[in-house]
């Protein structure tokens, strides 16, 4: 969890790696629904242009579907989802007839001046979802993917008035979300003003080894 710009797509993908989960980011599907032009994308697009959210029984069905397919051995990490007190009652439900539960709830926390900076600065992939920021994790070519080679672009919602709205939104319906995982003992804070790298040790810290290697055999030298 965490306000947008606070760094959860680029703290996701480094520990999506580290622990082998499965990456369920609502906000890359709707991006991705929004390019192939498809009726879902076509519906949230009205909603996410403005910085508002998309309705939730749109947004669960969504992460429902995705978790149904248990395609994910070592278990998955949900990026940007819940962000509403709906969504996370609803979540509950899916996890206990899933047979499910999490682990730990990370609330990546950033003040909102910073947080306008790193939204201003960020460009992400047309096409894979990687994301740069022009001073703090500038492409190799400006402009252009590492990862793809596809051109790097501006999300419209990371235009100034969109931003603000988001935050407002954030602080009246996800914020207190927080207090939802902290009653139930998953919540942990973690200061996300540091380096990306910093983070990223701070939330390994907190969940401990990947075991996702225990049971494979030590090769023979
Ligand atoms: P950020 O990384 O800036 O926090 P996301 O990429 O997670 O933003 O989401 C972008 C937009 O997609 C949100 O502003 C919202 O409009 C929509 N969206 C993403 N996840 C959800 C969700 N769980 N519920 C409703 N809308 C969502
Ligand atoms: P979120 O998914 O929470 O909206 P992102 O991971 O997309 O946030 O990060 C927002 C912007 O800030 C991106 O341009 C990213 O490269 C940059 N960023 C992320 N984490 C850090 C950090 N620890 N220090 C500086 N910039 C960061
Ligand atoms: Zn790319």
Redesign the pocket.
Known sequence: MGK??AG??TQATRLLDYYQLKHI???NV?RDEISKRSLIGIEAEK??KK????PDDL?NDIVREILCRKDYPNGFMLD????TET?AIALNQMLASLGLALTACINVDVSDDILLNRMAGRRVCSTCNATYHIHFHPSVIPGVCDVCGSALIQRA?DLEESVLN?LRIYNNKTRPLLNFYQKQGLLQVVDGTRATDEVFADITKRLGEPNHGNDQIEPRN
Do not use: A, F, H
């Not at 910085?51 to 998309?54: A, D, P």
């Not at 940007?80 to 962000?83: E, K, L």
């Open positions: 947008p710009g959860k797509g980011s609502t906000g709707y909603y996410i910085g508002e959210l998309v947004t940007g989802y819940p962000r969504q919602d988001r």
